[in-house]
């Protein structure tokens, strides 16, 4: 079992959806990221939390510490918000590796 | 104000040559980290260095693939003797003061292995 898991794995929506990706993460951690990568590869860090909330434009973000979830959402959804939304962790101190742990990725696609 | 910048962007190896990998921090930034996206894969952690110092190479092979962040330029990943099964993307992150700062990652190295 990964010690990240997204759902849902691909997600189709409209032009104008409101949209929720989750994590879950069955490990202690320090803070949690959230990442896109475009179609042509390139990756872009949207959030880094470790509690409560944070929102930039039309995304937001929130965590629960206890319950070992996150949340991505994305209001007014767009075409351009199509891309794969990477939830990563930075595992607590001693728990693992120094670098982030990944989960596989939610294939989003917006049609318009 | 430039973000980490990795070169090349595309880099294609015949089986049993050597490939070099360059990354960039962005400015400030004292710690880099190594990722490998292997086709149809999630991202894998694989080194994270800070200036002369390796300090976590949990995830990287251990033959073949070697990471140095010297004191001036970028930071390197070399993998010797390249195989079919190396062909991924490698993607380089920098943060300003290690693992519990915020990373910035750059465009990625494809690596194809012919």
């Known amino acids: 079992k990964n010690e990240v898991e997204q759902s849902p794995q691909n997600l189709t929506a409209q032009e104008g959806e409101f949209i929720t990706i989750n994590c879950s993460y069955s490990?202690?951690?320090?803070?949690l990221h959230w990442l896109q990568q475009h179609p042509g590869g390139g990756i872009v860090s949207l959030f880094m939390?470790?509690?409560g909330k944070k929102k930039h434009g039309r995304l937001i973000a929130t965590i629960n510490i206890q319950e070992k979830h996150s949340s991505l959402h994305i209001t007014a959804s767009h075409p351009r918000d199509s891309a794969v939304y990477i939830c990563?962790?930075?595992?607590?101190?001693?728990?693992?590796?120094?670098?982030?742990?990944f989960g596989k990725g939610t294939h989003l696609i917006i049609q318009p | 104000n430039a973000g980490v910048m990795q070169n090349p962007r595309h880099l294609v190896r015949r089986r049993g040559q050597e490939a070099r990998l360059r990354c960039s921090p962005m400015?400030?930034?004292?710690?880099v980290y190594w990722y490998r996206q292997l086709p149809e894969e999630g991202l894998k952690f694989m080194v994270y260095?800070?200036?002369?110092?390796?300090?976590?190479e949990s995830g990287m092979p251990k033959e073949r693939f070697s990471a140095e962040f010297p004191k001036e330029g970028p930071s390197i990943l070399r993998i010797q003797q390249v195989v079919r099964g190396d062909s991924a993307a490698y993607f380089c992150?920098?943060?300003?003061?290690?693992?519990?700062?915020?990373?910035?990652f750059g465009p990625g190295t494809r690596l194809t292995v012919l």
């Open positions: 990563a962790v930075i595992v607590a101190s001693g728990g693992g590796a120094d670098g982030l742990t």
């Open positions: 992150a920098s943060s300003h003061s290690g693992t519990y700062n915020e990373q910035f």
């Open positions: 490990v202690g951690i320090s803070a």
């Open positions: 400015k400030g930034h004292s710690h």
């Open positions: 260095l800070q200036k002369e110092n390796i300090i976590d």
């Open positions: 939390l470790s509690s």
